[in-house]
């Protein structure tokens, strides 16, 4: 279990999502050997700023969530 504050959670996330759209952003500019629309870039990181930190609280919330244990309700 990740023992970071949300925060730091948080940031380190939206850090990766970026990180994942230059990689792609660069893979697509060599593949199709020319610069992807900078629009598609805006995009990314317009996305990773409005919804990933919104997904990575749930995650961190879920991984810090108190989980009964699990012999609670099982017989042997």
Known sequence: MS???LWQ?????WA?????G???FAIGAAVLRQV???A???????AGTLV???VARRRWRRLH???PPASIGTQH
């Not at 959670?9 to 996330?13: K, S, T």
């Not at 990766?16 to 994942?20: C, E, G, H, Q, R």
């Not at 598609?40 to 317009?46: A, F, P, Q, Y």
């Open 3 to 5: 023992q970071r504050p």
């Open 9 to 13: 959670y948080v940031l380190f996330d």
């Open 16 to 20: 990766i999502w970026v990180l994942a």
């Open 22 to 24: 230059l990689i792609a």
């Open 36 to 38: 992807p629309s900078l």
């Open 40 to 46: 598609w870039l805006i995009g990314w990181v317009g």
């Open 52 to 54: 990933r930190p919104a």
């Open 65 to 67: 969530a108190q989980m």
